[in-house]
């Protein structure tokens, strides 16, 4: 699977989503990505559901799991034990990046700190995902997604106003991956110059801190406490969900020349005095939205998204989940791709966000079962190890 990666080994200790995103995200830039699971069990994900799909020969697999671990090898080792982890430090060895995130000091007890680390291969990168970071008061505490939306303000500006509420998806731990990715890449740059790896680290905490955008500075400059305004924007109007005939629609009028643009649509003068700046129009939020929706119940999602689309005014359908994955544009982007698991045949996953021009659409091999590749690695090492 060549990529722009295709010449990186990575060995990933991670579990559950920050890190094994992080890792998939490597590999499907090109990276030999060997997944370290804990014998018998694996990956906790391996665990989660319902949903699970049942494999041919009966094994239960996870969708969960199946989600994070595309283009991957999996190894069965007992970093508890002296014959695991000397299996491991040979991979340490011949690897450019670890990738981990146990709570802060496992990697210490387990004999396998920066120090060792480094000792085995000066020119490793390792990147170290925790919940809230390696230190300060909370660095010990083991952090999951929800408890992380929570913690770091995620949940106080979303949903309806007084109903704090967590995002559908696992954004703290994903956003921490891609923190982690950029960090990686960034050291492996470095490295090319200075011919030694360094430490990356990146938490929940700090990845969801570090997205908080306006949200932030409403607090940090103008002394404002965000508040949750469920699908509006705080600072601006119209610019959520609007009603039609039919159903819901998402419509943005984020600058003047939109505004112009849309308030003949609805009906309104855009020199309306009640809605003439942007200002304005936040201010009478209420009664702008009913204005609209009273002009929008005339029509349906489908005319309505003609007419807004005509005259260049951003809108959208709420799409679900499975009307996304069937949207034709989604499929055009490559954000499907087909792979052919061990067990379950030929299934379809979320495809990778990026693309390089000019090369074809890269083939994915299937999320690996637990432990499948452990003689294959254990032979690659007996055969690298011989002709050094």
């Known amino acids: 699977m060549p990529g722009p990666l295709d010449d990186v080994l990575v060995v990933d200790l991670s579990r559950v989503v920050a ?6 995200t490597l590999a499907d830039l090109g990276a030999r990505v060997i997944k370290v699971e804990r014998p018998g069990t694996g990956d906790e994900t391996r665990g989660w559901g319902p949903p699970f799909v049942d494999a041919a020969d009966g094994e239960r697999v996870s ?5 994070v671990n595309r283009n991957k090898e999996s190894v069965e080792l007992d ?3 002296e014959a ?3 299996v491991l430090e040979r991979l340490v060895r011949r690897a450019d990046v670890l990738v981990e995130n146990f709570r802060a000091g496992v990697m210490d007890r387990l004999g396998l700190g920066v120090g060792r680390l480094h000792e085995l ?3 490793l990168v390792i990147l170290s995902i925790t919940g809230f970071g390696h230190d300060g008061p909370a660095g010990d505490r083991p952090g999951y997604d929800a408890i992380v939306q929570a913690e770091a303000g995620v949940m106080s500006v979303t949903g309806p106003p007084g109903a704090p509420s967590k995002v559908g998806l696992s954004i703290a731990d994903i956003l921490a991956a891609q923190n982690g990715v950029a960090g990686v890449l960034a050291a492996l740059y470095e490295r090319a110059r200075t011919g030694r790896g360094r430490v990356v680290r990146t938490s ?3 990845s969801v801190v570090g997205a908080h955008m306006f949200q932030g500075t409403r607090w940090t400059v103008a002394r404002e406490r965000p508040g949750s305004v469920g699908n509006d924007h705080p600072s601006i109007a119209p610019y959520g969900t609007f009603r039609c005939a039919d159903g819901q629609i998402q419509i943005g009028v984020a600058n003047q020349g939109l505004w112009r643009r849309f308030a003949p649509l609805v009906g309104l003068d855009p020199d309306d005095p009640r809605y003439a700046t942007v200002p304005d129009r936040a201010r009478r939020r209420a009664a702008l939205t009913a204005e609209i929706e009273t002009a929008l119940k005339e029509g349906t999602r489908a005319e309505w998204l003609a007419r807004l689309d005509a005259a260049g005014v951003p809108a959208g359908m709420i799409r679900s989940i499975d009307e996304v994955y069937e949207w034709a544009q989604t499929r055009a982007q490559g954000l499907v791709v087909e792979v052919d698991h061990p067990g379950l045949g030929p299934i379809e996953l979320p495809g990778p966000p990026l693309r390089f021009d000019g090369e074809p ?3 994915h091999t299937a999320p690996p079962r637990l432990g499948q ?6 032979a690659w090492l007996d055969e690298q190890e011989g002709n050094a």
């Open 84 to 86: 695991g982890r000397a």
């Open 361 to 363: 659409p890269r083939a």
């Open 19 to 24: 890190g094994p995103h992080a890792t998939q």
């Open 121 to 123: 291969n000066p020119r």
């Open 79 to 81: 970093l508890k034990t």
């Open 204 to 206: 929940l905490l700090a």
């Open 373 to 378: 590749h452990t003689d294959a690695v254990l």
């Open 63 to 67: 969708t969960y799991y199946l989600s």
